[in-house]
DNA sequence: CAAACATATACCCATATCGGCATACGTCAA
DNA sequence: TTGACGTATGCCGATATGGGTATATGTTTG
């Protein structure tokens, strides 16, 4: 048995960077395969296969429109992102209290 | 040539639930690596390799105390992820609202 | 100095991943 | 219906990944 870890959630499907430029991509209009392709400068299975990962996960929904397919971003998926991270945001910014503590510290001291 | 992309970076990083496991478990407190293997129940040498990962990204700092090292999150090298997820926020907003307004539509027309 | 302890590293194996190419599948047009 | 188009899938090769075990490195204690 070996790597249990990698499993098909928001998490791993953001962690490459050409999804992310997919879903950024998607982020303000419905894009078919083809544009994105162009737009994107991939090859044309590579799209597919990295919006499938996307798919597989949520974090886009396709409608098919003839022979194309347009894909748009489902934003709700990153949820679980955002509030993982978001327990975070009160730790930076108690260090960044810390430093303007420190830097009026020493602003007091000048004087 | 194959492989481009999974760079070290946050995104990557935290891409692993264990990861994540670890940096939740360091949130509250500084650890040792002993500590973080009991707590966790994973192999010593894993806990290391992990934190190596999570070190080389900036996610956790390291100080060391006689034969152990203590290991506590630089939750700054999360701002990046919290950055990009939240550019998407207003998405799932809009979204709710939308949903709001059908669940609104429903109250309306049973009145 | 030797032995116990805490942690990091090296190595191996199994598997997942990504890109590239070829091709299959479904749809539209002539 | 046949052929072009748009997209998905299959296969391959190269590489990265994660767990497991053994071991190296550094530190404290006796």
Redesign the pocket.
């Known amino acids: 048995?070996?790597?249990?870890?990698?499993t098909?959630d928001a998490f791993?499907a953001v962690?490459?960077p050409?999804?992310r430029d997919i879903l950024d991509a998607l982020a303000d209009s419905e894009r078919?395969?083809?544009?994105l392709?162009e737009v994107l400068g991939?090859?044309?299975?590579?799209?597919?296969?990295?919006?499938?990962?996307l798919r597989e996960v949520g974090l886009v929904e396709?409608r098919?429109?003839?022979?194309?397919?347009?894909y748009r971003t489902n934003a709700q998926a990153l949820r679980p992102i955002h509030e993982w991270v978001s327990r975070y945001e009160q730790q930076w910014n108690e260090r960044f209290d810390a430093v303007d503590a420190v830097l009026e510290e020493l602003k007091e001291r000048e004087s």
């Open positions: 048995m070996a790597r249990a870890a990698t098909a791993n962690a490459e050409l999804r078919s395969v083809g544009d392709v991939l090859g044309q299975p590579q799209a597919s296969k990295h919006l499938r990962v396709v098919e429109v003839g022979r194309r397919r347009l």
